[in-house]
């Protein structure tokens, strides 16, 4: 199956992007990305699937992945709380080559890395993680920079690599989608894309659901509910504001949404992740 190109998107002024994904389930989503990953499972068990490598998973488990291999977790039916922080970065996120200066030369090995790797015994990524998450400017820049040391000095395994040459991906789809992670927040209908994409409301809808496995509209609340939950750091923001600001126009259909994705309300969310 050839993997989905996924556009990963950067708040301005950010050097890495983290977030927190609780979900009562981890649907299978083959994609693919130029920036490097690193996730830590923190509840939940299932199926991973990372390059040429499809293993069972459990928490905690911490999984890092260099730029072109593709990769998805998928949770058992039986497993109803998911949890993880994921981790984007690519290699000039403090400027060019800027792991082989004498300060960060201990890390070019990982960096210049082709195969991902797991760490089972990753108990002490999880305070990094959270300093990622929960803190601001240097001291979370400090962090992300312990997190990677973290990783590469203490003992993991190979998942192995993944060679992607003379895959092509679908170039329609990819518009689509980059078209979806750009506009999420945008008031739209399925007509107003499918005329934007020069095509059927109905080719629409069952190329993307063929590729994806969702419905436009779901895969955009998603977006849109990540996009809440970041905005959530912002203790002046309301509920009701940052729903908003997340592209919902409707208070309760956000309420509905949030908790059908990640499980909790946004005021649960906010109280056990965000202070």
């Known amino acids: 199956m050839k993997p989905l190109k996924e556009k990963v998107i950067f708040a301005e002024g950010r050097s890495f992007l983290t977030y927190r994904r609780p979900e009562f389930k981890y649907d299978f989503y083959w994609h693919i990305h130029p920036e490097f990953?690193?996730?830590?499972?923190?509840?939940?068990?299932?199926?991973?699937y990372v390059g040429n490598s499809v293993e069972e998973y459990s928490a905690p488990e911490l999984v890092f992945i260099p730029p072109g291999i593709p990769h998805t977790w998928q949770s058992d039916a039986e497993s109803q709380e998911n949890d993880a922080y994921v981790l984007h970065f690519t290699d000039e996120c403090f400027g060019e080559k800027w792991y082989t200066q004498s300060e960060f030369s201990v890390l070019q090995g990982l960096m210049t890395s082709t195969a991902a790797s797991i760490i089972k015994d990753c108990q002490e990524s999880e305070k990094l993680f959270e300093k990622t998450v929960n803190r601001q400017s240097l001291s979370r820049v400090s962090a992300f920079i312990e997190l990677l040391d973290y990783i590469n000095r203490v003992e993991s395994?190979?998942?192995?690599?993944?060679?992607?040459e003379g895959e092509t991906q679908n170039p329609l789809l990819e518009k689509i989608i980059t078209w979806l992670n750009e506009n999420f927040t945008s008031e739209f209908t399925v007509i107003d894309l499918a005329d934007k994409m020069s095509m059927s409301p109905y080719q629409l809808r069952s190329t993307f659901k063929k590729h994806t496995k969702k419905s436009i509209l779901q895969y955009t609340n998603e977006l849109r509910v990540f996009e809440a939950c970041r905005l959530m750091q912002n203790q002046q923001y309301t509920i009701s504001y940052l729903s908003s600001l997340a592209g919902f126009n409707?208070?309760?259909?956000?309420?509905?949404?949030?908790?059908?994705?990640?499980?909790?309300?946004?005021?649960?969310?906010?109280?056990?992740?965000?202070?």
Do not use: A, D, H
């Not at 409707?250 to 005021?267: A, E, H, I």
């Open 37 to 48: 990953e690193i996730v830590y499972i923190l509840k939940g068990k299932g199926v991973r």
């Open 157 to 164: 395994r190979s998942l192995g690599s993944y060679n992607v």
């Open 250 to 275: 409707n208070l309760s259909y956000f309420n509905r949404t949030f908790l059908k994705v990640t499980g909790m309300t946004p005021r649960e969310y906010r109280k056990v992740f965000c202070g």
